[in-house]
Structures are given as structure tokens and as C-alpha cells.
């Protein structure tokens, strides 16, 4: 069983819908009826050969090829299978997965494996805002599963998150971790500002310093003990998270006392700068 | 999340014995609000008027306002979200430290003496303007002064109120909320009105040139919205209906004048405070109203063929 691969062969002009491009949608599908799978450009219905060049037939693992930065909802509740993007992808990519792993070779936008349940999604570029978040006016962000961002982020990640691991490789910008209610945050590069507003529980664990809301107070300065398991857990995703005493301990500052909230921000302190403050 | 808080003008204008301004400057911006509502007014619950008030001022630098204010608060500029936070915490009574407060440029003495002049007062107002809800932060800005006034109701009465500007922003929203469900950033492109601001927010979709088509009414967003979105309105066919010349009707392909509504068209206008008013028209105009022109394209529109019922749908592997 080969992959389905597809290729983009016309640039739309307004942003197009393809909740179809998922592994649960086309597995057992022919070639002929994939096809003719709709997908929605602003408010006309069109096919998905209209866009792609497609090869490929019943298979869960899809290969897409092609700048897909207009290209909404790819993965979509997604449960099952391997999504692999070459080029950029637009917004909403993998929201509401339960399963299965998507793998962008460039950047995404916003919406990045919002409200997902399971499953594992790597962006290896930059992505938008509101990974792994809560829709607007809904109470539950990311229930589970993983993503990795190696780039940067934009506003809001894990915005209401309730459990799941979310790892950013370079700065997220304002507002990492709001209104979290669990799950976990590492961010390899450091956030801008107000990181952790409005947190209920959760962790973040930053290794770079950042800049603190008032809200949150210091609490101690240790190695926690679990920081060495999780450690193990990232390592299989190619992530080192500094654990060892003689390397430097982490801050542990506790909040957002606004809530008041029971979170936790780790902000790893290396030995050099833990001996000289 | 707290939701949103409030009440009439009319009701502030009776009973507020406290009210704030965060991020405003009303005695510019709004002249008449002072005088018709919010401070000077007798009212049945503050029979002395201005006396019965407290009015506190919370912005970057002084303004004209801060003349009628009891207490003035400078504070620094984009920490807004930190000192609301801070007073989040205060009112629940969680213990905050001098030294974290002093990034905010306030005293923790000036926030606990705020949070208790609130819990002291009957009936609490919170106006918020631009200087909150349009810098760094912004709908968390606006979020968090939402959420403090819910909040506060555990103890009083307490609302909180955006200061809105531009004629009838707040009909449009209210207009949108009990047609669709949600106030602004709507989306019918699948026949049914999806919500996500950010997405489909009109300065978003302009910026990132989502839109290839643009009808404008009732406002000048050339006059207003960034560049990248005043040069993607330049781009596309965009169509005003206005009554005069402005920024976006000299960029627009099709500029239609019509009549002003309030001085010579009929229709309704919505308070602040989302109370309808009824304008009745004084003059004549030669000019058509905006909702015949809107009603003459809809019947254009609606004679070409239904694109719906070819098959618009592709709603199959909807969740």
C-alpha cells in the first residue's frame, strides 16, 4: 500500500477548505473517488482535482506537496494514518485529531491541532497562534496527544488546554499557556510577555528566562523529581530538557494568583547563573 | 470567564455611586458623558449628584479628564493587563508583593485602596476605552476588566461598559448578535454563520488578501485600518455606500451616496449602552437610503442562479 500523494497544481484565490485531505477520509476511497472529493472555495463547492495532481489510491498515509498556506482544516479530526506536507499549510491544520500524525516541511498558521484529542503533530517551520487552543467561547483547548513546533508561535498556545504536551522550539509570543487547566508547555527558546495569564493548573517549563505577570510568585528552586521523567518522554521526540543537579535547577513560580490558580512556570536557571545571583 | 456585565446608561445615571475609566478620555471623546449620565447627574439613588460619586481615572498620561476625577492613576504604558490582574487578586484577597506591583507604575497602597473603595460602593461602573482594549493584549485587555466586574459581583453591584465611538458600531454588533448568534467575525460562506475573530475579522482578512470582493457601509476603514489592508481595498472591487467623500470611497471602484441616515433617512441607532433609538429624518435627500441600496443589490443578486441549490454544500466529513 503506497502513499496518496498529492500535488498542488493551482494557487486558489481565496482561502480553500479541505477537511477531506485526512487519512480517515480518503483510505478506502478509489482513485476516482477521490477525486471528486468536494472541497470549498469561499462559498463554491469545487473538486479536489481542481487543485491537485493526485497519484495514489486507498491508502492512510498521504504525502501533499506544494505551498498549502490558503488551505484550511487539513487533518481535520483526523484518527488514523500519516499526513505529510511539503510546503507550508494554512490554518486550523489537524484540529479536532484524534489520532494518526501529521508532519509539515515548513510553516503553518494558526489554529495548529486545536481542540485535538490524541495524536502527534511536528511542524518543523514556524506556526501561527492558538496551537493546540479552545475555539472561541469553547471551555476545553488540547485534550491529549503532542505537538512540536521547532520554530516560533504566535499569540495564545495551549489556550485553555486541558492535558497534552506542547513544545515550542523557538520564542512564543504573548499570552503561552493562558486560561491553561493542565497539560504540559515547554518552551525551548523563552516567550514574550505574560506568559501563563489566567492559569488554573498546568506546566510550562521554559528554558530561556521570561518575563514573569506580577501574578505569579516564586515558590522554590529545586530539580523536581518528575522533570527527569518527563525528560525521558521528550527524548523520544528528539527533545533534551536539562534535569541534572549539577547542570542548574529550575525556579518554580506558582499562579496566576488573579484566578487564583494552582500552575506552575519552571524557568530553568544553568549553574553559572544559579552560583552568581 | 466572566462574560459581560452591564446595564443602561439610565441606570448609571441613578445609581452609581462609583464609577471608573480605564483607558479613556471621556471628557474629549465622549463631552456629553459627564453631564447626561455618568457624573453630574441627580439621581433617584444619588440624589446630590456629583457628590454621590466617586469617579477614578486610570491612564497613561493626563488628559483633559483627569480635572474631573477624584483619583488619578498613572499608569505605565502597556500594563494594563498586569494591574487589572494584580486587582484581580486583591479583591479575592490573595496576597500580592510591593516590588511585583511597581512594573505597573502604581503603589500596591493605590490598588488596595481601589479594590476597597469597589467593595465599599452600592452600584460600580467601568467604562473602558481604545487605551485598554486597542494596545498590547487587546481582547484580553478588554477580557480582563470584564472579568473583574463579575468578579466584584460577589461583593456589589458592579458592571463594566466599552466606551464605543464612530456612530453605530454597537448597532451593527447587537444587529449581528440576535441574527447569528455571534456579534462581529462572521463567516456565511457554507450557509451557516461560523465565529472566529482572528480569521474572519474584516482587518485579518484584508491584511492577509482573503477576500477578493469588499462592500463597505457606514464606516471609512481607509481612514482607519492598517496599510496592508488599505492596499488589498485598493486591490479588489470594493464597493462604499456612503453619504460623502472619504479615504475608502476615493480608493473604492464603485462609491454610491446615500442619504444621511438620522438627518435625512429614517432607521435606528444603537446607544452605547445597546439601547435602540429611533431617528426620525429632518431634511429631505435626493440620495437612496443605505437599506434600499443594500435591498436593490440583494434583489439583483438573488435573480442570478442559486448557486445553494447547485450543490453549495460540502458538508460530508463535518464533524
Given at each position: 500500500?503506497?502513499?496518496?500523494?498529492?500535488?498542488?497544481?493551482?494557487?486558489?484565490?481565496?482561502?480553500?477548505?479541505?477537511?477531506?485531505?485526512?487519512?480517515?477520509a480518503l483510505a478506502d476511497l478509489a482513485h476516482d473517488e477521490i477525486r471528486s472529493l468536494p472541497v470549498q472555495l469561499g462559498k463554491r463547492r469545487r473538486r479536489l482535482d481542481d487543485f491537485f495532481e493526485i497519484e495514489g489510491e486507498r491508502s492512510d498515509e498521504i504525502e501533499v506537496h506544494g505551498d498549502l498556506s490558503l488551505l484550511k482544516w487539513i487533518g481535520r479530526?483526523?484518527?488514523?494514518?500519516?499526513?505529510?506536507?511539503?510546503?507550508?499549510?494554512?490554518?486550523?491544520?489537524?484540529?479536532?485529531?484524534?489520532?494518526?500524525?501529521?508532519?509539515?516541511?515548513?510553516?503553518?498558521?494558526?489554529?495548529?491541532?486545536?481542540?485535538?484529542?490524541?495524536?502527534?503533530?511536528?511542524?518543523?517551520?514556524?506556526?501561527?497562534?492558538?496551537?493546540?487552543?479552545?475555539?472561541?467561547?469553547?471551555?476545553?483547548?488540547?485534550?491529549?496527544?503532542?505537538?512540536?513546533?521547532?520554530?516560533?508561535?504566535?499569540?495564545?498556545?495551549?489556550?485553555?488546554?486541558?492535558?497534552?504536551?506542547?513544545?515550542?522550539?523557538?520564542?512564543a509570543k504573548d499570552f503561552a499557556g493562558l486560561q491553561m487547566k493542565g497539560g504540559n508547555i515547554v518552551l525551548l527558546a523563552g516567550a514574550e510577555l505574560r506568559t501563563g495569564a489566567w492559569m488554573i493548573r498546568g506546566t510550562i517549563i521554559s528554558l530561556k528566562p521570561i518575563a514573569m505577570l506580577p501574578t505569579f510568585r516564586l515558590?522554590?528552586?529545586?530539580?523536581p523529581e518528575f522533570l527527569r521523567l518527563y525528560a525521558r518522554f521528550l527524548s523520544g521526540l528528539g527533545i533534551?530538557?536539562?534535569?541534572?543537579?549539577?547542570?542548574?535547577?529550575?525556579?518554580?513560580?506558582?499562579?496566576?494568583?488573579?484566578?487564583?490558580?494552582?500552575?506552575?512556570?519552571?524557568?530553568?536557571?544553568?549553574?553559572?547563573?544559579?552560583?552568581?545571583? | 470567564m466572566g462574560g459581560k456585565v452591564s446595564c443602561t446608561l439610565g441606570e448609571v445615571k441613578n445609581r452609581a455611586d462609583f464609577v471608573l475609566y480605564w483607558g479613556g478620555n471621556p471628557a474629549e471623546c465622549h463631552p456629553r458623558h459627564f453631564t447626561k449620565y455618568a457624573l453630574m447627574p441627580k439621581g433617584r439613588f444619588v440624589?446630590?449628584?456629583?457628590?454621590?460619586?466617586?469617579?477614578?481615572?486610570?491612564?497613561?498620561?493626563?488628559?483633559?479628564?483627569?480635572?474631573?476625577?477624584?483619583?488619578?492613576?498613572?499608569?505605565?504604558?502597556?500594563?494594563?493587563?498586569?494591574?487589572?490582574?494584580?486587582?484581580?487578586?486583591?479583591?479575592?484577597?490573595?496576597?500580592?508583593?510591593?516590588?511585583?506591583?511597581?512594573?505597573?507604575?502604581?503603589?500596591?497602597?493605590?490598588?488596595?485602596?481601589?479594590?476597597?473603595?469597589?467593595?465599599?460602593?452600592?452600584?460600580?461602573?467601568?467604562?473602558?476605552?481604545?487605551?485598554?482594549?486597542?494596545?498590547?493584549?487587546?481582547?484580553?485587555?478588554?477580557?480582563?476588566?470584564l472579568t473583574l466586574a463579575a468578579e466584584l459581583n460577589a461583593y456589589t453591584k458592579f458592571v463594566a461598559m466599552p466606551m464605543r465611538g464612530h456612530g453605530n458600531v454597537t448597532g451593527a454588533d447587537v444587529v449581528m448578535r440576535w441574527t447569528t448568534g455571534y456579534p462581529f467575525g462572521v463567516n456565511f460562506s457554507r450557509g451557516y454563520p461560523r465565529y472566529n475573530p482572528g480569521e474572519f475579522s474584516t482587518v485579518d482578512l484584508l491584511v492577509r488578501g482573503d477576500v477578493d470582493a469588499a462592500l463597505i457601509l457606514g464606516a471609512d476603514p481607509g481612514a482607519t485600518m492598517p496599510q496592508p489592508a488599505i492596499d488589498h481595498l485598493a486591490r479588489i472591487p470594493t464597493v462604499v455606500l456612503d453619504p460623502k467623500v472619504t479615504h475608502t470611497s476615493r480608493l473604492a471602484r464603485v462609491h454610491i451616496t446615500t442619504a444621511?441616515?438620522?438627518?435625512?433617512?429614517?432607521?435606528?441607532?444603537?446607544?452605547?449602552?445597546?439601547?435602540?433609538?429611533?431617528?426620525?429624518?429632518?431634511?429631505?435627500?435626493?440620495?437612496?437610503t443605505d437599506e434600499d441600496v443594500v435591498r436593490r443589490i440583494h434583489q439583483a443578486v438573488a435573480e442570478k442562479p442559486d448557486w445553494m441549490a447547485a450543490g453549495g454544500q460540502t458538508t460530508t466529513t463535518q464533524i
Open positions: 500500500m503506497s502513499a496518496i500523494r498529492l500535488t498542488l497544481k493551482e494557487q486558489p484565490g481565496v482561502p480553500l477548505e479541505t477537511e477531506v485531505l485526512s487519512p480517515d479530526g483526523m484518527s488514523r494514518g500519516r499526513l505529510t506536507i511539503h510546503g507550508n499549510v494554512g490554518m486550523h491544520l489537524g484540529a479536532y485529531m484524534t489520532g494518526g500524525s501529521i508532519e509539515v516541511h515548513g510553516d503553518a498558521g494558526d489554529w495548529v491541532g486545536a481542540e485535538m484529542g490524541d495524536g502527534l503533530i511536528s511542524v518543523h517551520g514556524n506556526a501561527g497562534g492558538q496551537i493546540g487552543a479552545a475555539y472561541r467561547g469553547s471551555p476545553t483547548g488540547m485534550r491529549g496527544g503532542t505537538i512540536v513546533i521547532d520554530g516560533s508561535t504566535g499569540l495564545e498556545v495551549g489556550m485553555r488546554m486541558k492535558k497534552g504536551t506542547i513544545v515550542i522550539g523557538d520564542t515558590a522554590r528552586s529545586y530539580n533534551t530538557l536539562p534535569c541534572a543537579a549539577d547542570e542548574g535547577r529550575y525556579d518554580l513560580y506558582s499562579g496566576d494568583v488573579s484566578v487564583p490558580g494552582k500552575g506552575e512556570i519552571f524557568v530553568w536557571q544553568p549553574a553559572e547563573a544559579a552560583a552568581s545571583r | 440624589p446630590r449628584g456629583r457628590k454621590d460619586r466617586t469617579m477614578v481615572l486610570v491612564d497613561i498620561r493626563e488628559t483633559k479628564s483627569v480635572k474631573a476625577a477624584d483619583i488619578f492613576l498613572q499608569i505605565r504604558p502597556g500594563k494594563d493587563f498586569e494591574a487589572l490582574s494584580i486587582l484581580r487578586a486583591l479583591v479575592k484577597g490573595q496576597h500580592v508583593d510591593e516590588k511585583q506591583v511597581a512594573e505597573t507604575g502604581l503603589t500596591l497602597e493605590q490598588l488596595t485602596d481601589l479594590v476597597d473603595r469597589m467593595k465599599r460602593a452600592k452600584f460600580g461602573v467601568m467604562f473602558f476605552g481604545m487605551g485598554l482594549s486597542m494596545t498590547r493584549g487587546k481582547h484580553m485587555n478588554s477580557a480582563s476588566i444621511v441616515t438620522g438627518i435625512s433617512a429614517p432607521g435606528t441607532g444603537y446607544r452605547m449602552d445597546e439601547i435602540p433609538l429611533p431617528l426620525r429624518p429632518a431634511l429631505r435627500s435626493p440620495y437612496p
